[in-house]
């Protein structure tokens, strides 16, 4: 079966760090390429972050980098996005996503991440 699990979202303070963890099971993630969006209340989904299959290349968002940190482990099947520097506007649901063109396209379920004092 075929499954994303994300985990490590939660109550942050602005300027504090979070790391998200994305488990696959039933694929190699190795072989797909990953990526985090997120999605915050009222707005539109937008791209976070990806990461190609062989791990050689990153993409970050403008309002990301420097902040964000995508990376893989290939021994525990996962994909990670360490956030630094929090902000109140980075509160959103996270959703990993898996992608290998051009018939396999996994997503997780979500983690909420909160920023506030």
């Known amino acids: 079966q075929v499954q994303l699990v994300e985990s490590g979202g939660g109550l942050v303070q602005p300027g504090g760090s979070l790391r998200l963890s994305c488990t696959a099971s039933g694929f190699t993630f190795s072989i797909y390429d990953g990526n985090w969006y997120r999605q915050a209340p009222g707005k539109e989904c937008e791209l976070v972050a990806t990461m190609t299959n062989t791990g050689g290349s990153t993409i970050y968002a403008d309002s990301m980098k420097g902040r964000f940190t995508i990376s893989k482990d290939k021994a525990k099947n996962t994909l990670y996005l360490q956030m630094n520097s929090l902000k109140p506007e980075d509160t959103a649901v996270y959703y990993c996503?898996?992608?290998?063109?051009?018939?396999?396209?996994?997503w997780g379920q979500g983690t909420q991440v909160t920023v506030s004092s």
């Open positions: 996503n898996a992608v290998r063109k051009p018939f396999w396209d996994f």
